[in-house]
């Protein structure tokens, strides 16, 4: 059981280039969320889909789009990558909002230079 | 909008000691409040989470504790073990929500 997978793991872009995170989950779970990961910050939640068909701002919403493709995937898109967004990025599923558990994935680790 | 403070940054114990970790968040509207458990190149799992109408929840060496009059929770961790070294996050939202606000991390080196 795969669980959480995201592609890729490690990624250098210049500034101004585009680029789209995948992620996958195989647990069947209605909701998905991308955060970011900066030393020193925790985890900061950029956007989410409460379901299929849905999504929302978290708190760092800004330089990044979303698109819930399907049960299954949840992508974020830089469209214009700057060296702010140099971070750790994590795709995460649960069943539910609030009170599921999040399942995490192994992380996407993107340097814009 | 809700902020969780985490404290220590950096907690480092004798294997077999215990280990604790702080938190406080400012929302009195957050009533679910999990603990994240991140190993080096992985994301993070959680370990425990409990919900305001507990005070207190045990699983094997690992405790939570929850004030809500002072909006403090805490990690527990007895007996530590090398495997324990790791970085945990403890987490606010408000149940039926979809937006949890982690605490900075407390990176936990349990010393054989």
């Known amino acids: 059981n795969a669980g959480v997978t995201q592609t890729p793991k490690f990624q250098v872009l210049k500034t101004g280039q585009s680029m789209t995170l995948q992620c996958a989950q195989d647990?069947?779970?209605?909701?998905m969320y991308w955060y970011r990961q900066d030393p020193g910050m925790g985890l900061r939640l950029i956007y989410y889909?409460?379901?299929?068909?849905?999504?929302d701002k978290g708190e760092v919403p800004n330089g990044y789009n979303v698109s819930r493709l399907n049960k299954r995937e949840f992508s974020l898109r830089l469209e214009s990558a700057a060296p702010s967004q140099t971070s750790v990025y994590f795709c995460?599923?649960?069943?539910?909002?609030?009170?599921?558990?999040?399942?995490f994935g192994a992380g996407t680790r993107l340097s814009v230079l | 909008g809700e902020n969780v403070e985490q404290h220590p940054s950096t907690l480092s114990v004798q294997e077999g000691d215990s280990a604790v970790i702080k938190c406080t968040y400012s929302?009195?509207?957050?009533?679910?409040f999990p603990w994240y458990k991140q190993e080096l190149g992985k994301g993070p799992q959680l370990i425990i989470d409990?919900?305001?109408?507990?005070g207190e929840k045990k699983d094997q060496r690992i405790a939570v504790t929850l004030n809500k009059t002072a909006k403090h929770f805490s990690l527990h961790i007895t007996e530590t073990q090398p495997e324990d070294s790791a970085v945990y996050f403890c987490a606010a939202s408000m149940g039926g929500g979809f937006k949890t606000i982690f605490g900075a991390g407390t990176r936990l080196f349990v010393k054989a």
């Open positions: 889909s409460a379901s299929e068909g849905t999504t």
């Open positions: 409990i919900r305001s109408n507990v």
């Open positions: 929302d009195s509207a957050s009533n679910y």
């Open positions: 647990m069947n779970h209605n909701s």
């Open positions: 995460a599923s649960s069943e539910g909002g609030g009170w599921g558990i999040q399942y």
